[in-house]
């Protein structure tokens, strides 16, 4: 499978605590080891409980924040090494939309300049073209070229923010949670459009987002993250219909079923997932990072890792339980 994106052992730890001459710093792993890759045209939806670090492998791609080791590779390019103007070059081809509309576009600025903000040394009619034919491909009039953000509702915010990212026609989107805060009736209009994009466009998305439903509609392959790292990665149908990491069962246990008949099994999970201090003071370096709420956890499960294991065509699973095809 050609690789668009190729993200191999991504790391982004945070300090927690300073310590004199740096002895007993804690840290809080983020992301830890995230491996995986997209294909051109491919959606790879990223889910998992709000805080295990989905967002952050987003923003470390992108370099929006500097990852603290690995490498991602754009079209076989280690865009980790690159540094100032290089890195720039790379930015029309890689774009993200943000979850919140209200806050991800300037309130000073009026739609022309909003969406086309990323043309230079063009003419201002070119401009006013290039920003009409992106609005009329979001659904949007280009009456709206000169009204602020203010004027408009979440869901059509949320268009505006789709045409600033794609008018440099990027290649990846990283959809950052883009419609967990709108309406459930205004989400299937966006997540209509984000599909008929990638198709007219042929854009690849990492699709980040804690809803399932949302996930299994538009991805190819869906990767499930927990405290930073990935339990689970298959294609979204094999996901949904044979699960077989614990905590992949327990996420879609809690996924509304339409048929009252379909029986799932239900997983009851100890604790909550910590992130931030409390999880730097009970993370153990040691073990499955799963093992504290597993209700299958054994004693191996604390002393030893798991690896990722092959569990069929495209299917890896990180747990002791499921045996390598
Ligand atoms: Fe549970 Fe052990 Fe599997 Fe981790 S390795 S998910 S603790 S059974």
């Known amino acids: 499978m050609a690789k668009l994106l190729e993200v191999k052992d991504l790391k982004k730890y945070f300090p927690v605590r300073s ?3 740096g002895f007993g710093r804690k840290w809080v792993k983020a992301v830890d080891r995230v491996s995986f890759t997209i294909a051109p045209g491919e959606t790879l939806g990223l889910v998992g409980e709000s805080g295990c670090g989905k967002t952050t492998v987003g923003r470390s791609i992108l370099r929006l924040i500097e990852p603290t080791g690995g490498k991602v590779f754009f079209k076989g390019t280690d865009i980790t ?3 100032g103007k290089k890195v720039r070059l790379f930015r029309p081809k890689m774009q993200i939309v943000f979850q919140d509309p209200y806050s991800s576009l300037n309130p000073r600025m009026v739609v022309l300049d909003l969406v086309g903000e990323g043309l230079h040394g063009v003419s201002l009619q070119k401009k006013k073209d290039l920003v009409v034919g992106v609005l009329e491909r979001v659904g949007l009039s280009p009456e709206i070229l000169y009204h602020y953000p203010h004027e408009f509702s979440g869901g059509q915010r949320q268009r505006i923010a789709i045409a600033r990212a794609i008018l440099l026609q990027p290649e990846l989107l990283i959809c950052d949670e883009a419609v ?3 309406d459930v009736s205004i989400q299937a209009q966006i997540i209509n459009l984000l599909i008929k994009l990638r198709q007219e ?3 690849a998305y990492l699709f980040i987002s804690h809803d399932l439903a949302v996930v299994k509609h538009i991805s190819h392959r869906v990767a499930v993250m927990y405290l930073g790292q990935i339990m689970e990665v298959a294609p979204t149908k094999r ?6 990491h614990p905590y992949t069962k327990f996420l879609l246990a809690a996924v ?4 009252p008949e379909c029986k799932r099994e239900r997983l009851v999970l100890s604790g909550e997932a910590q992130m931030g201090a409390d999880f730097a003071r009970t993370r153990v370096d040691e073990g499955c990072c799963f ?3 597993c209700p299958y956890a054994e004693d191996r499960c604390r002393r030893e890792e798991p690896p990722l294991v092959t569990a069929g065509k495209g299917h890896q699973v990180k747990c002791f339980l499921v045996k390598s095809k």
């Open 19 to 21: 310590a004199p001459l």
């Open 81 to 83: 090494s690159l540094a």
């Open 180 to 182: 967990s805060a709108l």
């Open 201 to 203: 466009m042929k854009m």
């Open 239 to 244: 996901l949904f219909a044979n699960p077989l």
């Open 256 to 259: 509304p079923v339409p048929d």
């Open 291 to 293: 093992a504290p709420r």
